[in-house]
Each structure stands twice: as structure tokens, then as C-alpha cells.
């Protein structure tokens, strides 16, 4: 089983439409939670992180965190053309401190 | 703040040569990281630093590759002899303490 799992995708949605990014991890002491975005040929870029349970909201994005079932989501609303690149989940872990980060989730917004 | 700084770029070289990525972190952030992506297998933790110091570096594939961080400001990773299946982007990052990381523009490595 792999640290932290994604669906690799593509998820694809119509603008304007929430867009739903699910993220599993297997390590019970992680802390903190976070999710960068990615566009192609471009570095990763942090647009979220979560260290308890429960929704945080920033704008179009709202992170949830739900440690007993080991799950984190990224929700986007009202997608836009220029959401579409790929979202990668990466769970602190707990005893090292090491961010190990899932596959990654392509998301095509298409107008 | 000009972020954390890679260099260079792009690296083509031949099988068998020696490269040398360079990175400088955020003025700081105490810690510091070296991740390789790949499309087959993501992106993967190499190796990180703390304090300057080398904390974990199961990540490195072999003894080809190794990493120094002689002060706050300067980090490089070197692979010697090169192979083409070092073919990949690397990517720096760091972050303060218990923090998010910041990454760089990352190093595009073509082994020929």
C-alpha cells in the first residue's frame, strides 16, 4: 500500500461546477495535511494545508480532513479553465517529519 | 524574496559524466529537501536537511548520487557516474519549521 493514494484521473468537470479531489494516506500519527497544484512543466505550488479535522475554506477551496477514516479532500468551486493541472496530496509524516506526496490528480476544466 | 533558486535550468550530458545541481533555499528556513519526479513514479523524496544538517537520505537511489549542504544558503546534489535513467526533474524545496515547502523551478536532467 502506498503512503498516500490519489486517483490519478483525468477528472474532468464543466466550468463553474465543484470539482471533488479525494486523497487517502495510510500513516494513523500524520499531522499535517497539505495540497500543492501543479501545472505543467512548472513546480509544485502550495494552495492549502489542514492540520485538524474538520473543513477549512479559502476562497474557491475548502480542504476536509477526516483523520479516523484517513481521508483528506480538496473541493473547488465554481471551477475555472484556469483550475485545470494536476493536485498532489502530501501528508506530513508523523515520527520523520518527511512530506511524502501522493501521484497526483489531473483536473481538466473544460469551458 | 526571490523564493528557493535551482540551477541550472536544463542539464543534457552524457552517460558517465558528473552533475552538479545546485539549489539555494529561502533565507530562513531551516530545512531543506531534494525531490526527483518522474511520470512513472512521481514525485520522490531523495533526501533532507535540517539545520544544514543531512537527516534522512533513504531516498537516494544509489551511491551514484550525494548530497551536501555546507551552510544555511547553498545545498548541491551530485550524481557520479550519470545514467539515463537519472533522466528526470529535480526539484529543491524548503520551509521553516514544521511548515509548508516552498519549491524551485526544479532542474530538467537529460543522461544522453
Known amino acids: 500500500q502506498k503512503e498516500v493514494e490519489q486517483n490519478s484521473g483525468p477528472l474532468s468537470v464543466p466550468e463553474g461546477a465543484i470539482a471533488s479531489l479525494n486523497c487517502t494516506y495510510s500513516?494513523?500519527?500524520?499531522?499535517?495535511f497539505f495540497w500543492y497544484r501543479q501545472y505543467s512543466g512548472k513546480s509544485p505550488e502550495l494552495i492549502m494545508f489542514?492540520?485538524?479535522?474538520g473543513d477549512k475554506e479559502d476562497g474557491r477551496f475548502t480542504a476536509q480532513l477526516n483523520k479516523a477514516s484517513q481521508y483528506v479532500s480538496l473541493l473547488i468551486r465554481d471551477s475555472q479553465p484556469s483550475d485545470s493541472a494536476t493536485y498532489l496530496c502530501a501528508v506530513r509524516n508523523g515520527n520523520t517529519g518527511k512530506l511524502i506526496f501522493g501521484q497526483g490528480t489531473t483536473l481538466q476544466v473544460k469551458p | 524574496d526571490a523564493g528557493v533558486i535551482q540551477s541550472p535550468r536544463h542539464e543534457v550530458t552524457e552517460m558517465g559524466q558528473e552533475v552538479t545541481l545546485r539549489c539555494k533555499p529561502i533565507?530562513?528556513?531551516?530545512?531543506l529537501f531534494w525531490y526527483r519526479q518522474t511520470m512513472m513514479r512521481g514525485l520522490e523524496l531523495l533526501i533532507y536537511?535540517?539545520?544544514?544538517?543531512?537527516?534522512?537520505d533513504s531516498g537516494m537511489p544509489e551511491d551514484r548520487f550525494s548530497a551536501k549542504m555546507p551552510n544555511a544558503s547553498f545545498s548541491t546534489l551530485k550524481i557520479q557516474p550519470s545514467e539515463p535513467r537519472d533522466s528526470a526533474v529535480y526539484f529543491c524545496a524548503s520551509s521553516p519549521q514544521g511548515g509548508g515547502y516552498t519549491f524551485g523551478s526544479g532542474t530538467r536532467l537529460t543522461v544522453v
Open positions: 489542514i492540520y485538524s479535522n
Open positions: 536537511f535540517n539545520n544544514n544538517v543531512p537527516i534522512d
Open positions: 533565507s530562513g528556513h531551516n530545512s
Open positions: 500513516d494513523r500519527g500524520s499531522q499535517s
